[in-house]
């Protein structure tokens, strides 16, 4: 089961990226809000949207939830 984090910072449209461990394109460390470990990145986005509304996944690590 994958582990997840949601980036503090938005993105330039808003987004917050949701993100897997190893992904090659991570936030800093202390950028990171720890989602915990999910099934699926639309467990972990669902989660990420718990805290910022406006989530979506990573394009290189959560691409399958990947929208914006």
Do not use: F
Not at 13 to 37: F, I, K, Q
């Amino acid at each position: 089961m994958p582990h997840y984090y949601v980036n503090k910072n938005e993105q330039d449209n808003g987004d917050h990226e949701v993100h897997t461990d190893g992904c090659p394109h991570p936030p800093d460390p202390w950028n990171r809000h720890d989602l915990g470990y999910h099934d699926n990145c639309q467990a972990a986005v669902r989660a990420a949207k718990k805290i910022y509304p406006q989530s979506n996944g990573c394009y290189y690590c959560c691409n399958e939830c990947h929208t914006t």
